[in-house]
């Protein structure tokens, strides 16, 4: 599964962006999908889960209330909705999809997901 972020930008702090994730030529409806992100200098830390049928949805504490995790099965999108965005959200973000029923790691954990996108760089200034 090739998976594409697009999204990204320079935006002021208390703006909003929303990222999206797509695949190419294949179905992202029975996969579970993810947003990671990452800072420069930093590890990859957990953002953002969605459920395959979208029912249901966890976040990390730092964006819970902020950000928005979605999905249109029948476009074939996942998006994320970043609203009253902190310079300390600037990191590239990156998509990422997981097989359902798959408990060998925590939903947090990166390596439970088995396709990754490309980054999409989210730049929040002060």
């Known amino acids: 599964v090739q998976l594409q972020a697009s999204g990204g930008g320079l935006v002021q702090a208390g703006g909003s962006l929303r990222l999206s994730c797509t695949a190419s030529?294949?179905?992202?409806?029975?996969?579970?999908m993810g947003w990671f992100r990452q800072a420069p200098g930093k590890e990859r830390e957990f953002v953002a889960r969605?459920?395959?049928?979208?029912?249901?949805?966890y976040y990390a504490d730092s964006v819970k209330g902020r950000f928005t995790i979605s999905r249109e099965n029948v476009k074939n999108m996942v998006y994320l909705q970043m609203n009253s965005l902190k310079s300390e959200d600037t990191a590239s973000y990156y998509c990422a999809a997981s097989i359902p029923g798959r408990t060998t790691f925590p939903i947090m954990d990166s390596r439970l997901y088995a396709y990754w996108g490309q980054g999409t760089l989210v730049t929040v200034s002060s």
């Open positions: 969605i459920s395959w049928s979208g029912d249901s949805t």
């Open positions: 030529g294949r179905s992202l409806n029975t996969y579970d």
